[in-house]
């Protein structure tokens, strides 16, 4: 069993600047990918990023290229997901997720991950 807390959301104005974290307690995270979802009013959760564990290999989805960065932090077993020139269109619920390597499904998928946490609402005003 794996738990995960969200923090740092909140409300922001478009242009600029959050921070995410998530932090992970229970089983190791050794052979695992970490995951930011994000679900916007009236739309299915979708990935925004993720990171593997064991080397930080990072990917994002396109809408956030260049904007987010996804990092993790061993020692303190947190993820972080830095999000700058935020849009509108960023807001909605924003969860981490946690998903076993190498079980053959697509990581952009919310079926590849076996625990999320609660969520943390960002909302980017215009």
């Not at 974290?21 to 930011?36: F, I």
């Not at 996804?70 to 849009?87: E, G, P, V």
């Not at 269109?89 to 946690?98: M, W």
């Not at 053959?104 to 005003?125: K, M």
Request: a positive charge.
């Amino acid at each position: 069993q794996v738990q995960l807390v969200e923090s740092g959301g909140g409300m922001v104005q478009a242009g600029g600047s959050l921070t995410l974290s998530c932090a992970a307690s229970g089983r190791t995270l050794s052979g695992q990918r970490m995951a930011w979802f994000r679900q916007a009013p009236g739309k299915q959760r979708a990935v925004v990023a993720t990171v593997v564990w064991s080397d930080g290999t990072a990917y994002y989805a396109d809408s956030v290229k260049g904007r987010f960065t996804i990092s993790r932090d061993s020692a303190k077993n947190t993820m972080s997901l830095q999000m700058h020139n935020l849009k509108p269109e960023d807001t909605g619920v924003y969860s981490c997720a946690v998903g076993q390597q190498g079980t053959g499904r697509s990581f952009i998928t919310s079926g590849y991950y076996s625990y999320w946490g609660q969520g943390t609402q960002v909302t980017v005003s215009s």
